[in-house]
């Protein structure tokens, strides 16, 4: 980032580097809270108006902030508002997951510029990955027309056990003492990662629903089953950045095989991946249904979209199948609501995409087997970031950790 501010000149490098740490921290207060006056900038920041003030001139000298003008006024003279320019720096998300790799590219105003793009890359344990991930960011940037040079930082959401505090993966890269370095010297700028129900976390508590909420838990339900938890206004991460594996709750008796080699895991009955499974088993038993149709024939190709696509025609067995879904996780959900007494819970991924079939079975799968007093303080809602949540959850927590480095 420190390539975009012009040098003043004149002053030690610990003071310039001090000055550069405050000016991120402005852009980051701007990035995450919208247009700014310079009262509100100097309660963010904490430093003195006129401080702020001397930094605000020099970020539009620098091409980053523009004065907005004169906002509202609750008494006195109306304060100048300042927001950033739009095209000032770029940051990237990245998802990678078992599935694809798709990128995006978002500008100073938080909006999706470029993307997303997919591409054909799952993830594997091979450091080579990011090697592909980066070529495929360099296609998107050169038919993109933006410079490399604008873009600050790239934020990647990974599958598996991250302890984000030493840049480790032990699921996948396990060998690699400190994956941060590594990605940097490949992509060329700064790469942060952490796992991606707590980097979608992140986009709910800076962009959707948990915002200026304090106690909040997003119930990943993708592929797999994480859980992101707000603690206090605070994302919790745990002793060693593992918390949130609540796809690995051991909740069905002589349940289905989990991949993390246990059996009956919640994962094996309310993920994506559980219900193409179920489906293509419920199918190869003699389950008619309208999901056959969608794949030509072809069992092998059930994806969780095909099973959705039924269910909104009113297809039975696909619309069963999301019943019994809802139930485990309502289930899965009463654990989560005595222990934590949120708020709220966000229900987000490719399983949310059929919330109109799933919600009456959580809500009476919790009402069954909670105690009232504490369930009827949480609201049941579904994500409104979509997919999109991942990528842009990458790249603002990017930008977070880039705002506070030295």
Request: glycine content about 10%; overall charge neutral; aromatic content about 8%.
């Amino acid at each position: 980032m420190e390539h975009l501010f012009k040098n003043t000149g004149g002053q030690s490098q610990a003071v310039e580097l001090k000055k550069i740490s405050h000016k991120k921290q402005i852009l980051r207060a701007i990035y995450f809270d919208g247009s700014l006056s310079n009262s509100e900038l100097s309660k963010i920041v904490k430093l003195s108006t006129p401080k702020i003030n001397s930094l605000l001139i020099e970020l539009i000298d620098d091409g980053l902030v523009k004065d907005l003008g004169r906002g509202d006024s609750s008494g006195g003279r109306r304060p100048n508002i300042y927001g950033l320019v739009e095209d000032g720096f770029y940051v990237v998300g990245i998802t990678i997951n078992i599935k694809r790799t798709i990128i995006s590219i978002f500008n100073a105003s938080n909006e999706e510029v470029s993307g997303p793009h997919y591409f054909p890359i799952k993830v594997h344990s091979d450091i080579g990955i990011f090697n592909e991930v980066n070529k495929a960011l360099e296609k998107v940037v050169n038919e993109s027309n933006i410079l490399r040079e604008k873009i600050l930082v790239a934020g990647i959401e990974l599958p598996g056990l991250i302890n984000e505090k030493k840049g480790v993966n032990k699921t996948y890269f396990p060998h690699i003492p400190d994956l941060y370095e590594e990605l940097h010297k490949i992509f060329g700028i700064p790469v942060y990662f952490n796992h991606d129900s707590k980097l979608r976390t992140f986009a709910e508590q800076h962009f959707g629903l948990a915002k200026n909420k304090k106690n909040v838990l997003m119930l990943q339900a993708d592929w797999g089953l994480g859980l992101g938890i707000i603690v206090s206004g605070k994302l919790y991460n745990g002793k060693s950045g593992f918390s949130g594996e609540f796809g690995h709750l051991p909740i069905v008796d002589n349940g289905e095989l989990c991949s993390c080699g246990k059996k009956g895991c919640l994962e094996t009955i309310a993920s994506a991946t559980a219900i193409a499974r179920m489906a293509k088993q419920g199918i190869k038993d003699g389950n008619s249904s309208l999901i056959l149709e969608l794949v030509d024939g072809e069992t092998d190709k059930i994806e969780i979209s095909n099973v959705i696509q039924a269910a909104n025609s009113g297809d039975q067995f696909a619309i069963s199948l999301f019943t019994d879904v809802g139930y485990w996780l309502g289930r899965g959900m009463v654990y989560l609501i005595q222990i934590f007494n949120p708020e709220l819970i966000i229900v987000s991924g490719k399983v949310a995409e059929a919330s109109q079939f799933i919600l009456a079975p959580i809500q009476q799968a919790i009402q069954t087997f909670s105690n009232r007093d504490i369930s009827n303080d949480t609201e049941i809602k579904f994500s409104e970031l979509g997919a999109k949540a991942g990528t842009m959850g990458a790249a603002a927590y990017a930008l977070e950790k880039i705002s506070f480095s030295k």
